[in-house]
């Protein structure tokens, strides 16, 4: 197989599953007990839930970004600088 037909290498897939462990931590961040009928659970409104969980899951998303975006070393301009 001739590695210069794929068009990501290892580093991106490492910064792919980096952000993907991210934005599944900011989900989890998001978990909590939740209201029901008859009871009212003011947690869902802290500021874990509201705030730090969806930063930490855009954060991830960035990140994931970045790594479908970067370009790979080509390994002849490695050797040609």
């Known amino acids: 197989m001739d590695r ?10 490492i910064l792919l599953a980096i952000g993907m462990a991210v934005i599944i931590v900011g989900f989890l961040l ?8 008859g009871y009212f659970e003011p947690d ?12 930490v899951c855009f954060f991830g998303f960035i ?5 479908i ?6 390994k002849t301009d490695v050797v040609n600088s």
């Open 30 to 37: 998001m978990t909590g007990p939740s209201s029901t009928e």
């Open 44 to 55: 869902i409104f802290s500021v874990r839930r509201i705030k730090v969980a969806p930063a």
């Open 63 to 67: 990140f994931m970004i970045y790594g």
């Open 4 to 13: 210069q037909k794929f068009a990501f290498d290892k580093t991106n897939f």
């Open 69 to 74: 975006v970067r370009k790979p070393k080509d």
